[in-house]
């Protein structure tokens, strides 16, 4: 039995993998490995001591959508649900079939899902994967949003390929947003800084526990959002130097279904290095899931 260990531990080591939804026929490509890093490689075992993914696992299933080039968030987030929420959920992840790519195969995920956590940069999807999108919403279950998910499924030019389509209303119907750019901000010096902060009123959101309330310098440069849908609840806002107006950068929403809806337009890949940020994203994600936020980081 001596000489077969090595190839135990491989098959041991690809059944105990966290999944990821490829295109079904398309190969992961060299790079999409590298781009996932470290989310490829997992513990062997839930917190129960079970294999992941199995019949008596009994964490939620989270879905992360990613197809966006701009942030790199086909790295960032990966890395950050593995680190920050695979105790309490089961992650699966649906990706472009190829950089640039408005194919995201592998959408079936999403029939099991609890919730999902999407960042998704003008993706003009085939109808039938779109429908699969609006499905997962129309069940009211919850989403988590980023960054350029509030421009997720509008081209620039207005225009979708045959047998493609657009959903240009999806910011403001689900995210509850009002997208129209940003004030291009790219903090060399104090004038073009974004600065963001949480409003005394809100500061006992679960969503913000264990965040600090004072303002704080980010990465992000500020998205145009205001007005909000009436009913979004502002949870942090921001400026850029001394500019005015300020704007929210972070809400919650209730879709038209009557899901969940977590959204926030920072997500630069700097943010990511920021427990703050981390914290915001983590608590969102278990606040949308009806799990209780966890305490401390």
Do not use: C
Not at 150 to 178: I, Y
Not at 189 to 215: C, F, K, M
Not at 253 to 268: E, I
């Amino acid at each position: 039995m001596g000489h077969l260990a090595p190839y135990l531990t491989l098959l041991l080591a690809i059944a105990m993998a966290p999944s990821t939804a490829w295109a079904a026929d398309s190969q992961p490509q060299a790079s999409d490995s590298k781009k996932l890093g470290s989310p490829m490689v997992a513990s062997a075992n839930s917190p129960s001591g079970q294999p992941l993914h199995s019949a008596s696992d009994r964490r939620k299933q989270l879905v992360l959508l990613l197809a966006e080039e701009e942030y790199h968030t086909t790295t960032t987030v990966p890395a950050f649900a593995q680190n920050k929420l695979g105790r309490d959920f089961k992650i699966d992840t649906v990706l472009w079939d190829k950089p640039g790519s408005h194919n995201l195969a592998g959408l079936s995920a999403l029939g099991k899902a609890d919730v999902v956590l999407m960042s998704l940069w003008r993706r003009t999807l085939p109808k039938e994967q779109l429908d699969q999108i609006r499905k997962y919403l129309a069940a009211g279950k919850p989403l988590v949003a980023i960054r350029t998910s509030s421009h997720a499924f509008s081209s620039r030019d207005g225009k979708a390929p045959p047998g493609h389509e657009q959903w240009p209303d999806f910011d403001r119907t689900v995210l509850g947003g009002h997208y129209q750019g940003h004030y291009g901000n790219h903090g060399q010096d104090e004038a073009t800084t974004s600065y963001v902060w949480i409003p005394a009123a809100n500061q006992q959101h679960p969503i913000l526990r264990g965040l600090a309330p004072a303002e704080r310098r980010t990465a992000s440069w500020l998205y145009k959002m205001s007005p909000l849908a009436p009913a979004a609840k502002v949870l942090m806002m921001g400026r850029v130097g001394t500019r005015q107006p300020q704007e929210p950068v972070a809400w919650t929403n209730v879709s038209p279904a009557g899901g969940r809806v977590f959204y926030t337009s920072l997500g630069h890949p700097d943010e990511f290095k920021d427990q703050e940020f981390l914290r915001l994203l983590r608590n969102a994600t278990y606040w949308a899931a009806d799990l209780p936020v966890p305490v401390g980081k």
